[in-house]
């Protein structure tokens, strides 16, 4: 899974700090704007290799693909695609792939509960 590296990240967050999540161009007025060159830009960091890092799946974890759905990581299956599962429920028939680089990024501890508590599924204490 791609994962932005710590600079990178701090400099997404700086611009969302300073635009906001739906902030805009001002290219219109003054091009090119702060808005389009700001290095945490994501359509810059998404064109920029040296933001990312390569980040191994972690058995257990909840993960957001980029079709919207969460899971948990069970393993990498034979044909190197992730396999999920639904959470504490590691049980093939419910089981499905997904490619690595469908992968978004891993649930928020927020998003990981809501999913649990959708599939019914309560944390051992
Ligand atoms: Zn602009």
């Known amino acids: 899974m791609k994962v932005l590296i710590d600079e990178a990240q701090a400099e997404r967050d700086a611009f969302h700090s300073c635009y906001g999540f739906f902030g805009g161009c001002n290219c219109h007025s003054m091009p090119p704007c702060g808005f389009c060159?700001?290095?945490?830009?994501?359509?810059?960091?998404?064109?920029d290799e040296s933001c990312w890092r390569e980040e191994p799946l972690q058995a257990g974890r909840i993960y957001l693909?980029?079709?919207g759905w969460?899971?948990?990581?069970?393993?990498?299956?034979?044909t190197g695609m992730a396999i999920f599962h639904p959470p504490g429920e590691p049980d093939m028939q419910s089981s499905w792939a997904a490619?690595?680089?469908?992968?978004?990024?891993?649930?928020?501890?927020?998003e990981a509960k809501a999913y649990?508590?959708?599939?019914?599924y309560v944390d051992k204490e």
């Not at 060159?37 to 064109?47: A, K, R, S, W």
């Not at 490619?99 to 927020?110: F, G, V």
């Not at 649990?116 to 019914?120: A, I, P, S, T």
Request: glycine share 10%.
């Open 37 to 47: 060159t700001h290095p945490g830009n994501p359509t810059n960091q998404e064109e």
């Open 116 to 120: 649990k508590e959708e599939c019914n």
């Open 70 to 78: 969460f899971g948990e990581f069970s393993r990498i299956g034979g």
């Open 65 to 67: 693909s980029n079709f």
């Open 99 to 110: 490619d690595l680089d469908k992968i978004e990024r891993e649930a928020t501890p927020e």
